[in-house]
């Protein structure tokens, strides 16, 4: 059998069951990985239900960076019955199937060209350990310890780790470690196996971490001063908000142990917006998070505070749709639904971060732009990067930051003026000054209403002030083309190439390694990703220099295509859409043979050389 030895390059899939415990026992192993100082992406690719169908976990280790999830399994640990048969299907010629044989398994699914290791893994949990739920997470810990010997790990550190996970817990620390030695032992003792695939400790993890991207952006809001967080459960946003609780209840509490913030559960997503909203209008800064339903029932507030330019910030951590969909697969399928959101003529600012880095410094960065600009902010995640584990930079906060609370006056403000307008442009920019309640005594106050008023907000159905106001929110539109974050141009791809590549959000890592494969088979392109809506200047001078563009994205239709159409008038014939929607994570090899067939080549790049796989979970 033909083996190529790679050392931290390959990707391990975890075959459970959901509810068994086995995330727990996956992610020490993932973290360990990374403490070995080796770049490392984790997966986690689970079931909508509480427990009992098949979940997945997928470790790809790559010290070249590339972490954008990889199609193609080099070690197969399958120990459900109900998936085993696929899972086997999958792993990549050359490969490794783990699995439980306290049972036989059938012939049928022992392969020729993978080397087979069957471990009696329910009989060592039966023979150790004398609780029958325990077994089961037991269970997990030794194929964690089989694999950890079969490639090669420092089994210390994956000790140690263990000690860390049950700090204050010693009398688990002992049971776990052991059944990580039943898996190592038993590799040693049962198997020559010399594998191929080897993890050597590096140095490469100096100025990383490993976080999930909704816990980053719960972080960034704390840090942006956020003081009221108001939600309806939907997965996957859930966390997020949870995360949220838990930083504000360490960062927003006095010194006589009293909350300075409110952290309220609604009875639905549009009571929850309707919070978050009132909060704003009030002075605080008030944010929720939701996924595509969510956003469904929100568009009615989300046109109220468009209309009457009320700060709001609002995180849709996206999953697959439409209706209820896949609620746990990912995916980028709402950016048409968030960028004109409500009925009437309504456009919101989107941003869309990459890494857990992105979603801290971009969520705090909505907070200043939401007052700045006295709308709805939306920041654009989606299940894998809110849910998942990422290798990232790590996250600072400059304590000299001042919170940007844009033309909000003062009572000295108020009462040097004659006569306060609310949606007057005193200043040329479409950009109307504000007042919090309760400023002055008597100037300052206005009702805010979603119908139509003068400037004075003052009711009216007059055409005029309607067509005034309608046209201000226009010219501000163009306003804040100048305040969104700017598209981001990796130095090695502008070289003032033929085709360009844009791409946004978690497409990242995979459209790098793509154009890295694309350029050894003599394909160079200029890349872009875009970190915003409305798009200025720099993406429509992209777009312009280059006879062709593609557009990688994560949803059926081409959203952010028709988006870039849609807003800079682009002829469709120039912007070629690469697309995913199965719910899963781009992968490179995705992305490169729907380039590389453009160019008229066959794809035989050696990206295929280890994602020879058959299409599914």
Not at 269 to 294: C, D, H, K, V, Y
Not at 383 to 404: A, P
Not at 471 to 482: C, E, F, G, P, V
Not at 540 to 566: G, K
Request: aromatic share 10%.
């Amino acid at each position: 059998m033909l083996r190529v030895e790679k050392i931290n390059d390959f990707v391990i899939r975890l075959a459970n069951v959901n509810g068994t415990g086995s995330a727990s026992a996956n992610n020490l192993f993932a973290k360990a990985i990374f403490r070995m100082g080796v770049p490392v992406s984790p997966k986690n690719i689970f079931p909508s239900n509480i427990q009992g169908l098949p979940t997945w976990y997928e470790i790809r280790v790559s010290d070249k960076g590339y972490l954008g999830r990889r199609a193609g399994i080099d070690i197969m640990v399958s120990i459900n019955p109900q998936s085993i048969a696929r899972d086997v299907e999958n792993i990549s010629p050359g490969g490794y199937f783990v699995y439980d044989n306290t049972k036989p398994l059938a012939k049928e699914l022992l392969r020729d060209d993978v080397t087979n290791i069957g471990i009696p893994m329910t009989g060592l949990t039966t023979e150790h350990y004398t609780d029958p739920r325990l077994r089961l997470l037991f269970k997990n810990m030794i194929y964690v310890g089989a694999v950890s010997a079969l490639i090669n790990m420092d089994m210390g550190i994956l000790e140690q780790m263990v000690s860390d996970q049950f700090k204050g817990k010693e009398k688990l620390v002992t049971p776990n470690v052991k059944a990580l030695r039943l898996g190592a032992d038993y590799i040693a003792k049962h198997y020559e196996v010399p594998c191929h695939l080897k993890l050597e400790r590096k140095d490469l993890n100096k100025d990383r971490i490993m976080f999930d991207g909704n816990s980053a952006c719960a972080l960034g809001a704390v840090f942006a001063g956020a003081t009221v967080g108001a939600w309806y459960p939907i997965t996957p946003s859930t966390s997020l908000m949870s995360a949220f609780d838990d930083y504000a209840s360490q960062y927003r509490i006095d010194q006589d142990g009293k909350k300075k913030y409110a952290f309220v559960q609604a009875e639905d997503e549009l009571a929850a917006i309707g919070m978050a909203i009132g909060a704003n209008w009030n002075g605080a800064r008030g944010f929720t998070a939701t996924s595509g339903p969510g956003i469904s029932l929100m568009t009615e507030f989300l046109g109220l505070a468009y209309f009457a330019e009320i700060p709001l910030v609002l995180i849709d951590v996206q999953r697959g749709g439409p209706s209820t969909g896949m609620p746990t697969r990912t995916q980028q399928s709402d950016i048409l639904a968030c960028a004109y959101a409500s009925h009437g003529d309504t456009k919101h600012p989107l941003i869309f971060p990459s890494t857990p880095k992105d979603c801290f410094d971009l969520t705090a960065h909505a907070f200043d732009l939401a007052e700045q600009l006295q709308t709805p902010i939306i920041v654009m995640t989606d299940l894998d990067l809110g849910m998942n584990e990422h290798y990232s930079e790590k996250i600072t906060w400059d304590d000299s930051k001042v919170m940007k609370r844009g033309k909000v006056l003062s009572a000295e403000d108020l009462e040097k003026m004659e006569k306060f307008g609310r949606y007057l442009d005193v200043d040329g920019d479409a950009l109307t000054y504000r007042t919090i309640p309760g400023t002055h005594p008597t100037k300052g106050s206005f009702f805010t209403r979603g119908t139509s008023r003068t400037e004075m907000a003052v009711y009216t159905e007059e055409s005029e002030p309607y067509l005034r106001n309608m046209d201000r929110l226009s010219k501000k539109w163009n306003t804040i083309k100048s305040y969104m974050p700017d598209p981001e141009f990796p130095v090695d791809y502008n070289h003032g190439n033929e085709a360009g590549v844009i791409y946004f959000g978690t497409s990242d890592f995979s459209t790098m390694e793509a154009a890295d494969e694309l350029k050894n088979e003599g394909i160079n392109l200029d890349l872009m990703r875009i970190k915003a809506f409305p798009f200025n200047a720099l993406v429509e001078d992209f777009i312009h220099s280059h006879e062709r563009i593609f557009v990688v994205e994560q949803n059926r239709d081409a959203q952010m295509r028709t988006l870039l159409i849609n807003e800079l008038n682009i002829d469709p014939s120039k912007l070629i859409p690469v697309l995913n929607y199965d719910g899963l994570p781009i992968t490179a090899k995705h992305i490169f043979d729907r380039i590389i067939g453009q160019f008229g080549y066959s794809s035989s790049s050696s990206i295929n050389q280890h994602d020879i796989y058959k299409t599914g979970i």
